[in-house]
T-cell receptor
Framework: GQQVMQIPQYQHVQEGEDFTTYCNSS?????IQWYKQRPGGHPVFLIQ?????EVKKQKRLTFQFGEAKKNSSLHITATQTTDVGTYFC???????????FGTGTRLLVSP | DAGVIQSPRHEVTEMGQEVTLRCKPI?????LFWYRQTMMRGLELLIY????????DSGMPEDRFSAKMPNASFSTLKIQPSEPRDSAVYFC??????????FGPGTRLTVT
């Protein structure tokens, strides 16, 4: 079945440093979504990417969808303590398949 | 909109007891998902419904787990009998199919 892996599993940065998490699917995706889960909270939708090679920005966050639609990345510029949490990608296979969540990357930001 | 509502927020029960988790999706959403989250296994999809019909229950661990969606505004996830390894946070999420999912606050289940 479809598998979605993320690296790294965990990253600890100093406030102001950049952060990137990478997402890789075993199969071609129709779209990919990104979610953020704060400690003790629930996953919250950030963005959806649909097109091959698509790049979207939300303030300090930049999301990319790979040309082959099998990988994606999330880059945070100049991290802040409010960025702390676990970031999940979630891929939807082609042909009305269910959304499969990645393993997540836990980000810790020290002031 | 109140968002996805789950109850109870916390449940502590003894092994062998029946546990029922409840979910009210966002009004107008036609898809509902049940997830389980643990440190070891991450976020796992257990089952999802589209227009109240179960579409994929391949993630349901075993026959002790069952889920129902009698109408568009209510779903239950039942575990009978419960076991300590069922301890986890259970999330319900709803969406318009193939769009972003809105998660509820979760139910933290502890089985002793």
């Amino acid at each position: 079945g479809q598998q979605v892996m993320q690296i790294p599993q965990y990253q600890h940065v100093q406030e102001g440093e950049d952060f990137t998490t990478y997402c890789n699917s075993s199969t071609t995706l129709s779209n990919i979504q990104w979610y953020k889960q704060r400690p003790g909270g629930h996953p919250v939708f950030l963005i959806q990417l649909v097109k091959s090679g698509e790049v979207k920005k939300q303030k300090r966050l930049t999301f990319q969808f790979g040309e082959a639609k099998k990988n994606s990345s999330l880059h945070i510029t100049a991290t802040q303590t409010t960025d702390v949490g676990t970031y999940f990608c979630a891929g939807e296979g082609t042909g009305f398949q269910k959304l499969v969540f990645g393993t997540g990357t836990r980000l810790l930001v020290s002031p | 909109d109140a968002g996805v509502i789950q109850s109870p927020r916390h449940e502590v029960t003894e092994m062998g007891q029946e546990v029922t988790l409840r979910c009210k999706p966002i009004s107008g959403h036609n898809s509902l998902f049940w997830y389980r989250q643990t440190m070891m296994r991450g976020l796992e999809l257990l089952i999802y419904f589209n227009n109240n019909v179960p579409i994929d229950d391949s993630g349901m661990p075993e026959d002790r787990f069952s889920a129902k969606m009698p109408n568009a505004s209510f779903s239950t996830l039942k575990i009978q009998p419960s076991e300590p390894r069922d301890s986890a946070v259970y999330f319900c999420a709803s969406s318009l199919l193939f769009h972003e999912q809105y998660f509820g606050p979760g139910t933290r289940l502890t089985v002793t």
